[in-house]
Nanobody, 119 residues
C-alpha cells in the first residue's frame, strides 16, 4: 500500500507558474515509477509526466519544455514544476505511484488537486 498526499494546486493566470507536491508513505526505493496525470472535464485521464527509478523522465508532448518532474528521496516527495501555464492545462492533477511485482503492476493514486489557469 502507498498513500499519496498532493498539494500546491490553485488558480493562476496564463503564463504563470505553480508547483505541485506529492508526499508518499513509502520510500521511492520500493516504488518503480512516480508520475503526474491530469483529467479535464469531459476528458480521459492522461499522463503528464513520469519519473522512473533510474531517473528517466518522460512528458506529454503538450507540456514538454514547460513542466518538470523531480523528486526528493529524503522526503519521499515528488514535484511537478509547471511554468508558462495555459488555460488548456486546467484540470485535476493526480499523483501516481506504480509498483511492479512480477507480472503485476499496481497503481496508487492521490486524491487530486485542482489547477485552474484563467485570467
Amino acid at each position: 500500500q502507498v498513500q499519496l498526499v498532493e498539494s500546491g494546486g490553485g488558480l493562476v493566470q496564463p503564463g504563470g507558474s505553480l508547483r505541485l507536491s506529492c508526499a508518499a508513505s513509502r520510500t521511492f526505493f520500493s516504488i518503480n515509477a512516480m508520475g503526474w496525470y491530469r483529467q479535464a472535464p469531459g476528458k480521459e485521464r492522461e499522463l503528464v509526466a513520469r519519473l522512473t527509478g533510474g531517473d528517466t523522465t518522460n512528458y506529454a508532448d503538450s507540456v514538454k519544455g514547460r513542466f518538470t518532474i523531480s523528486r526528493d528521496n529524503a522526503k519521499n516527495t515528488v514535484y511537478l514544476q509547471m511554468n508558462s501555464l495555459k488555460p488548456e492545462d486546467t484540470a485535476v492533477y493526480y499523483c501516481n505511484a506504480r509498483i511492479v511485482s512480477g507480472p503485476y503492476d499496481t497503481d496508487y493514486w492521490g486524491q487530486g488537486t485542482q489547477v485552474t489557469v484563467s485570467s
